[in-house]
């Protein structure tokens, strides 16, 4: 299987830092690339998206995406409290419309 | 809003009996997934369906199985629960489309004893 790949942290960052998440995938096919936010009890939400090579900003979050290296990663500038989740990566299957997940990476931010 | 609606949040039942997961969703998606997700393991997909009465395996089709026998529904059955199908499961729906991304349910966390 296919498999997408994230530290799990815990990543610690104070309130105001940029935080860095970073995910890289196997399957050299891939060419839809998404991050979910999952606060603890929760399902996944969706805050990002990126298709392309380069760098797609939506407010206060970047997504950067190499193909040639196969890499994925997640700005969010500013951090806050309030971003404190677990962020997982997701790639889209290359046969099919269902998605492989990485294992999430523990956000804390502290006041 | 995407809506995707899972009939239960919380549901606890006993080894062997049969139990059925319930999701709809209200925009029209052509496909429907479902995962199930355990500390560690991440999410792992079970089944999915593109069309009404199609489904197909995922990476962990064993001691399951599924029903969508309309666009907007999509059951998962544990035929025979067991304990090691302790598990939060999540429903998604998505169009068709490689760039399609998956909008999940709330969730049904299930204990079985």
């Known amino acids: 299987q296919k498999e997408v790949e994230q530290n799990s942290g815990p990543l610690s960052v104070p309130e105001g830092a940029i935080a860095s998440l970073n995910c890289t995938y196997s399957?050299?096919?891939?060419?839809?690339f998404f991050w979910y936010r999952q606060y603890s009890g929760k399902s996944p939400e969706l805050i990002m998206f990126?298709?392309?090579?380069g760098d797609k900003e939506d407010g206060r979050f970047t997504a950067q995406l190499n193909k040639a290296s196969q890499y994925v990663s997640l700005l969010i500038r500013d951090s806050q409290p309030s971003d404190s989740a677990t962020y997982l990566c997701?790639?889209?299957?290359?046969?099919?419309?269902?998605?492989?997940f990485g294992k999430g990476t523990s956000l804390l931010v502290t006041p | 809003d995407v809506k995707v609606t899972q009939s239960s949040r919380y549901l606890v039942k006993r080894t062997g009996e049969k139990v059925f997961l319930e999701c709809v969703q209200d925009m029209d998606h052509e496909n429907m997934f479902w995962y199930r997700q355990d500390p560690g393991l991440g999410l792992r997909l079970i089944y999915f369906s593109y069309d009404v009465k199609m489904k197909e395996k995922g990476d962990i089709p064993e001691g399951y199985s599924v029903s969508r026998e309309k666009k907007e529904r999509f059951s998962l059955i544990l035929e025979s629960a067991s304990t090691n199908q302790t598990s939060m499961y999540l429903c998604?729906?998505?169009?068709?489309?490689?760039?399609?991304?998956?909008?999940f349910g709330n969730g049904t966390r299930l204990t079985v004893t």
């Open positions: 997701a790639v889209n299957r290359n046969s099919g419309y269902a998605l492989n």
């Open positions: 990126i298709y392309s090579n």
């Open positions: 399957d050299r096919g891939s060419q839809s």
């Open positions: 998604a729906s998505s169009f068709t489309g490689s760039r399609a991304p998956l909008h």
